[in-house]
């Protein structure tokens, strides 16, 4: 600034003025802000500057994310990011829990963390909305700790590591606001899926539970069905168990039904999906069960059915397409 030598112009400005500066600056550079002055510092750390954060692919050494955190983060995303033990410098204090409580929204997406650090993260951060770990690795101390957050409504878990019995029932039983859920190739037994189709939210209303092969049962998808009646989205595609029956079920259940995916279920006769003639449905994904000739007469006879249209599964996903600048439609960068 213009003025008289010897003179600290930022002085004479306010703190709202100087916050509306450091806002246009990047977050490494509010950070070394911070070493200018007591007042910068504090400045600096004012939680206006770190609502909404991207920290995607980088290397977050020793107690850095809980300092992040600490600056009261509501959006953050963490994809492909490695994140290092311990999340937190000492163990946060109580009247740091307010400010860790602000996040609501994280992306954990293919980020190397380990289940201490999952734990310790959900343990601190109970006021998550939308969730995605997709590729993590999970424990039940985790999802227990996960479970606090009863106001979630959106999880992400496709493709995690160590999903069992144990660690859905204390999803199952604490997070009873969910109403998209995704557990695509999570490896889940028979026991596991009997769990989800007679316990899961009955708030749910898009579920994701593809890659089942020979453990999803037409049994699991009849109790599922039964059990979230409102669901208008489905995915159980690589479920080579099922059979002609499930779409029954499926037809005489979901009556509020847009979007279903049965890709590669090959014991599902094509005549099967005329059902959905009269219905509501939207879009039918069954790829991997068509030529191009059985493709062009089944849309004739389901001409206001979109007919494999989406090659992957949108359901509790953070970003779809190219989109990386935002999570669930929010920007993570000013």
Partial sequence: MDGPPGID?????????????FKWLPKSTIAKCAQVSKRWKRLCYDEVLWRRLDLSGTCLKPKILGNVLLRGAHILRLAKTEICDPIYPVSPLPQEFPRYRNLQFLDLSMASISTQGLFDLFDTCKNLKKLSMEHC????????????????EVLNMSMCYGVGVSELKWIVNGCKKLDSWNLAWTDLNSE??????????????RINISGCRTTLK??????????????????????????????????????????????????????VYLVFQKSGLLYLDIFGLLTETMLGTLRAKLPSI?????????????????????????????
């Fill in 137 to 152: 690795v999970v424990d039940e101390r985790a999802c227990k700790a996960l479970s606090q957050n009863e106001q979630l």
């Fill in 306 to 334: 979109e007919i494999n249209k989406f090659y992957f599964s949108s359901v509790a996903r953070p970003t779809v397409g190219i989109r990386r600048t935002s999570i669930w439609g929010m920007k993570v960068r000013e």
């Fill in 192 to 205: 596991a899926l009997q769990l989800i189709s007679t316990s899961a939210p009955k708030s749910l209303e």
């Fill in 218 to 271: 037409d049994e699991h998808v009849l109790a599922l069905c039964q059990r979230c009646p409102k669901l208008v989205e489905l995915d159980i595609s690589d479920s080579t168990a099922v059979t002609s029956i499930c779409v029954s079920y499926i037809h005489d259940n979901l009556k509020r039904l847009e979007y279903l995916a049965m890709a590669r279920c090959y014991n599902v006769p094509l005549s």
């Fill in 9 to 21: 112009g930022f002085s004479r400005l306010s703190d709202e003025v100087i916050l509306s500066i």
